[in-house]
């Protein structure tokens, strides 16, 4: 393989899909050297196959608003790699939707499925739907639209969506309660990320947040420190910044800002306990506005409007939001302000030229693939527990998840570790592909 070429083709190939082209490119550089180690991985065009999703489904959603009026977004459903298991991979509501972000998160969530060591293949989907101000009957109105086209193409041996940006809990059981009315399923992993009491898993909501602490822990120990005062900058405010920094007290670490489109909070003195009550509050509001956290705790939080998080004095940054939302230039701002570790939660996080910056100033850098994949390996979990008919503890699921997120950092070490540096975006990528291409080549040309 010659990554040079095959990204030729498919610039060609798929003009503009800025995204996909950006996360294919970051795995193919990686993997280039081991792959080229294994000609019976070229003979069976494995790069060639793992590139291009199996399928993909585009549908229109057409829902009623508030004030009566028809409105109608685009739905989609990446089908992306299945050598594992059944598709998996969360649902986006977002604006700025389309197929090259759903490609790219496909792509990346079949290296991170595949690092859970479950039996999960990869999907992804959503739809260009801003939940923005929408009321609560809209957003239902919105899901159950949605679920008419998707229902027909999932289901727990076959593709099972969950949540991501703007689909939380709440999303989820307006899309499963849909589900279960068309296809007549009632108990299944059709869906995961349900409520507990109806299918769904205890630490599920916390399982990204918690995972990427799990992870960043590791990191920290590897230098010989300890999370205890570490200073942390999240970005976001949703579900996983909310997981991350409930895990992160409990460290004993200090989350010193979070974030929003609107703009930064520092919170000096570290989040509380309160606070982060607070976040699931704010995102049940769909305003969007992290300054909200600020007009609540005056004295403890300071929002500063257009600026991000990065310009927060920290030992360790977490991107928690969208991809791409840290640039050189923040990544550079970082460096100059002491960073110490910086751990990717949100899907590709970091800019290309940021992960270099990182990883020239020879600073701990982790990929979103091994960092958030709690998440997706939690609802393997809760596929495994509504195949069974059973609920585990939040502790049996804790101790699992605790197990999985130890298992990705070891295989990160194992395939990443270059004298005394680990370049853990390689550990990642090779050690979640060897496992995909070898699934391939056993199963035949198909
Ligand atoms: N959206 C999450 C991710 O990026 C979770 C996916 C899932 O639970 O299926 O991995």
Redesign the pocket.
């Known amino acids: 393989m010659k990554v040079k070429e095959i990204m030729k083709a498919l610039e060609a190939k798929h003009p503009g899909e800025k995204e996909y082209l950006q996360a294919v490119e970051e795995v193919l550089v990686s993997i280039e050297k081991v792959y080229n180690e294994h000609p019976e991985f070229e003979k069976a065009k494995i790069i060639e196959r793992l590139v291009e999703p199996d399928r993909i489904f585009t549908f229109r959603v057409t829902w009623v608003n508030d004030k009566g009026e028809v409105c109608t977004n685009l739905g989609y459903r990446v089908q992306y790699n299945a050598a594992l298991g059944a598709y ?3 649902l986006r509501f977002h604006p700025a939707v389309n197929v090259s972000m759903l490609k790219f ?1 496909g792509f990346e ?1 079949i290296f ?1 499925n595949s690092l859970t060591n479950l039996p999960l293949g990869g999907g992804k989907g959503g739809a260009d739907f801003d939940p923005t101000g929408k009321s609560d009957a809209e957003i239902m109105r919105f899901c159950q639209a949605f679920m008419y086209e998707l229902w027909r193409n999932i289901g727990p041996d076959q593709d ?5 940006v703007g689909v939380g809990g709440r999303e989820i059981g307006y899309l499963y309660g849909a589900y279960k009315k068309l296809a007549r399923e009632h108990s299944t992993g059709a869906l ?2 349900k409520s507990y009491g109806w299918g769904g898993s205890l630490i599920r909501p916390e399982a ?1 947040g918690f995972g990427a602490m799990y992870y960043v822990e590791r990191m920290v120990k590897e230098k010989k420190e300890t999370m205890k005062d570490k200073k942390i900058a999240l970005s976001g405010f949703g579900n996983v910044a909310w997981g991350a920094a409930t895990k992160a007290v409990e460290m004993g670490a200090k989350v010193i800002a979070i974030s929003g489109p609107d703009g930064v909070c520092e919170i000096k003195d570290g989040i509380t306990k309160e606070m982060i009550d607070y976040m699931l509050e704010m995102r049940a509001s769909n305003r969007n506005k992290v300054e909200d956290m600020a007009t609540k705790f005056p004295k403890a939080a300071k929002f500063t409007a257009g600026k991000k998080s990065w310009t927060v004095k920290c030992d360790i940054a977490m991107p928690c939001a969208f991809q791409n939302e840290l640039s050189e230039e923040d990544a550079d701002m970082l460096i100059k302000n002491g960073v110490k570790f910086v751990a990717e939660v949100s ?1 590709m996080g970091c800019q290309p030229g940021a992960i270099a910056a990182f990883q020239k100033a020879k600073l701990p850098f982790a990929p979103g693939k091994a960092v ?1 994949a709690g ?2 390996a939690t ?1 393997g979990l809760e596929i495994c527990q509504n195949a069974g008919h059973i609920n585990w503890t939040a502790e049996e699921v804790d101790v699992k998840l605790h197990k999985i997120m130890n298992d990705i950092y070891d295989m990160c070490v194992e395939y990443g570790k270059n004298g005394k540096t680990i370049d853990y975006v390689k550990g990642a990528n090779i050690a979640g592909f060897m496992r995909v291409a070898k699934a391939m080549l056993a199963q035949g040309i198909i």
């Open positions: 998996k991979g969360g998160l969530q991170k099972s969506p969950a949540g991501d995961t990320g990204t899907n958030n998440g997706v609802s």
